[in-house]
């Protein structure tokens, strides 16, 4: 006899059998021995696992097999009635996704971030071919049973796929953990804006639901967009914008002046600075928003000496009271800031 359980996601090392839980609420009751629990891992062991090098790429998901003659004296019923006993119990785990380093990065420390990214290009999630990020490794060899990711064609839908929420999802989270070297090497082969429109095969300032990867049989679709879309991926590009030319926090409150401030931090490359070194976007839609850049260089490498509003300027990083107040009810029409 053998069945097997889908599971969500799951710590990599906990393939403990659970006691007194329902594996599988339709199909199976799994009942566990208190005797028959492994001895807890001991501190020495758990400060060694610790410090095991995570540049090593995360799992995501996992499923788990029950089958006959195991090591744990589990007793199992079926949907029918049928019991079982001696059973084991064995978890599989997934060829790796993108998913999970995207949980992974805010917990992990500078250099550990920077090894997984490394991590990340040189496994089967880059597709070097069109420089992009699938949505996992190969799935080929799993079976069918883990769900309908592997029921397509790969490189097709869900399966090894461009999926493009999920690739702007990662690309974001370089962003917010201020990976800007990384994001930027990234970002202009992954950002449709930056497409070729005879590989992409449709409006580049439209987004995808997912994009045909080089791993699918037909050579002709690779690079070529599908299903156009303005939910998940259009929501993570405009957090991505909105990053890009002001920063994680427009507005701050001060607490002990009660006053309200208006604060941008511009984290744009030099190449988004036209030939008078400035970078222009549209603030709350109708607001003029300039980023004037004198210096060479990035603008994440530099900081805000200046901030012009309708021509009052203030010699800080932070305009405060009334004019942050104009600013942020759209009562301004054009703001300069100058990096230095």
């Not at 799951?10 to 007194?20: E, V």
């Not at 991926?233 to 957090?239: D, G, N």
């Not at 914008?241 to 490359?269: A, I």
């Amino acid at each position: 006899m053998h069945k097997e359980i889908l599971a969500h996601t799951i710590p990599q090392g906990d393939n403990i059998p659970p006691q007194g839980e329902q594996a599988s609420v339709q199909e199976v009751t799994l009942e566990t021995k208190q005797d028959s629990t492994p001895e807890t891992k001991t501190k020495k062991e758990t400060k060694k696992e610790t410090k095991k090098e995570t540049s090593e790429i995360p799992t995501s998901f996992f499923y788990h097999s029950i089958s006959s003659e195991g090591e744990y004296p589990l007793c199992i019923t079926d949907t029918q009635g049928e019991i079982y006993s001696n059973l084991r119990i064995t978890q599989h785990a997934l060829p790796v996704f993108l998913e999970g380093p995207v949980k992974t990065l805010p917990f992990l420390t500078t250099k550990q971030k920077h090894a997984l990214y490394q991590s990340i290009k040189k496994s089967d999630i880059y597709d070097s071919v069109l420089r992009m990020y699938k949505t996992s490794e190969s799935l080929e060899s799993e079976p069918i049973s883990i769900g309908r990711a592997r029921s397509f064609t790969a490189g097709w839908l869900e399966r090894e796929s461009v999926f493009m929420h999920m690739e702007c999802k990662y690309l974001l989270q370089l962003l917010l953990e201020g990976m800007y070297q990384e994001f930027y090497e990234d970002v202009f082969t992954m950002l449709p804006c930056f497409f070729d429109y005879a590989l992409y095969r449709r409006p580049i300032w439209e987004n995808s639901s997912f994009i045909v990867s080089s791993i699918n049989k037909n050579p002709q679709l690779h690079g070529q967009g599908f299903s156009g879309r303005l939910t998940g991926t259009s929501s993570e590009i405009l957090s991505i914008w909105k990053h890009m030319f002001f920063g994680t926090q427009l507005f701050d409150y001060d607490r002990t002046s009660h006053t309200l401030c208006f604060m941008p931090r511009p984290t744009l490359h030099a190449r988004f600075f036209d030939d008078t070194a400035t970078a222009t976007t549209r603030l709350f839609a109708h607001t003029l928003f300039q980023i004037y850049k004198p210096n060479s260089g990035h603008a994440y490498e530099q900081s805000v000496v200046s901030i012009e509003v309708d021509g009052n300027k203030v010699e800080s990083s932070t305009v405060r009271g009334q004019c942050a107040y104009d600013v942020r009810n759209g009562r301004v029409s054009h703001i300069k800031v100058t990096l230095g």
